[in-house]
């Protein structure tokens, strides 16, 4: 597979990035949306410092203060001391997390100016205040039981909700006045209950919830880039859910299957992990996957990958993939099917040279995967 093709795959991803990026999303909201006084800001997620520099390069020193809690290393750019910054744990919450949940919790009764509140995918770990007789021990194994179930993010999160003080709408029962809820959607459904655990969705309470940017945005993005580039599209409108190594073999077979052209799938898999998991996402699992249907194709190549810039627990985004992956991995010493049994797929794609790193990329709207068939 040319280089050529592999680059145009890379520069589709970036574009869909750039069209749900935080600080943009934030600021064109804002400047459309005047707020009528100088809010406190809370910004909460993976894309809480994207979504926090949005809100400033609109309001500029026009708020009343400032909280930003998000992922260890993904705090990025300078902000004004009265900005708050906590970097706590994800996926696996940890004492930072607590700190965090505590910090919200105050923060949110204090002051007088209405709440804005940036939301983004991550914030069920990132900050965490359990209910009484519950402790740090207690969430780490429920979180390390659902990462390892292979259950969807809606179902994680309704047990999540039963644990804390926070989640589903239990912030919302602290406010003393109205909120802004600006939210980046990680979810199939786009549904604000389920967005960070829903913790300003609450009955009776005046908040307005507005979703920035979600996974079809992105997916639009790509579509009119290769549409401007003279290629046939093929776009998927369901979300896709499921076992990562199962949809990667299908969706694999349907481009081999279909005519020429970028397929566009946007959603997030699942992966049900053995005892001991090796190392890789579902991201990677899924184009692993895909790559043993395609191998020994010179027509095919397929990239799957987070938008948040990360894709399980190390720093790779995803995975590119084409016919020649398994033959590169297989070169040196590595056995794709016994990887993909033993959820260690990031180690094949590494020896294979087919993995993606983006750092932070200041949004979160699931994953994308994009083949391209070239004849």
Not at 278 to 301: E, F, H, K, P, W
Request: proline fraction near 5%; aromatic fraction near 4%; charged fraction near 25%.
């Amino acid at each position: 597979m040319s280089v050529e093709a592999r680059r145009l795959l890379l520069e589709l991803y970036r574009a869909a990035l750039e069209r749900v990026d935080g600080r943009r999303c934030v600021a064109e909201f804002l400047r459309s949306h005047p707020l009528d006084t100088p809010p406190r800001i809370l910004a909460l997620g993976k894309a809480a410092p994207a979504m926090m520099h949005g809100a400033l390069d609109v309001l500029d020193e026009g708020f009343e203060s400032a909280l930003l809690v998000t992922r260890h290393g993904y705090l990025q750019g300078r902000f004004p001391g009265r900005v708050h910054c906590i970097e706590s744990g994800h996926p696996l919450p940890d004492a930072d997390s607590l700190r965090a949940g505590e910090a919200i919790w105050s923060f949110v009764a204090e002051g007088e100016g209405p709440l804005l509140m940036l939301l983004s995918g991550g914030a069920s770990a990132l900050a965490e205040r359990p209910i009484e007789g519950v402790g740090l021990d207690d969430l780490l194994r429920l979180n390390e039981r659902l990462l390892a179930s292979g259950e969807d993010i809606a179902e994680m999160n309704r047990q999540r909700r039963r644990l804390s003080t926070l989640k589903g709408g239990g912030l919302a029962r602290r406010l003393k006045g109205a909120a802004l809820n600006l939210m980046i959607s990680d979810v199939p459904g786009d549904a604000p209950a389920v967005i960070g655990s829903g913790p300003l969705v609450a009955d009776g309470a005046p908040i307005e919830h507005h979703i920035i940017a979600r996974n079809a945005d992105a997916r639009a993005a790509v579509s009119a880039m290769a549409r401007e580039m003279g290629l046939a599209v093929h776009e998927h409108a369901d979300i896709f859910q499921g076992e990562a190594a199962e949809l990667g073999e299908r969706f694999a077979r349907e481009l081999i299957d279909g005519p020429p052209g970028l397929y566009i799938w946007g959603g997030e898999s699942t992966v049900t992990l053995p005892d001991a998991p090796g190392r890789g996402g579902r991201s990677q699992q899924l184009a692993l996957a895909a790559a043993t249907v395609i191998a020994g194709r010179d027509d095919c190549l397929l990239l799957a990958a987070g938008t948040d810039g990360s894709d399980g627990p190390g720093d790779d985004a995803g995975a590119l993939v084409d016919g020649g992956t398994i033959g590169r991995g297989a070169e040196e010493g590595m056995d794709a099917l016994d990887c993909l049994r033993r959820a260690d797929s990031g180690a094949f794609l590494a020896e294979s040279s087919d993995l993606i790193q983006t750092g932070p990329t200041g949004t979160n709207v699931m994953d994308l995967v994009l083949a391209l068939k070239t004849v």
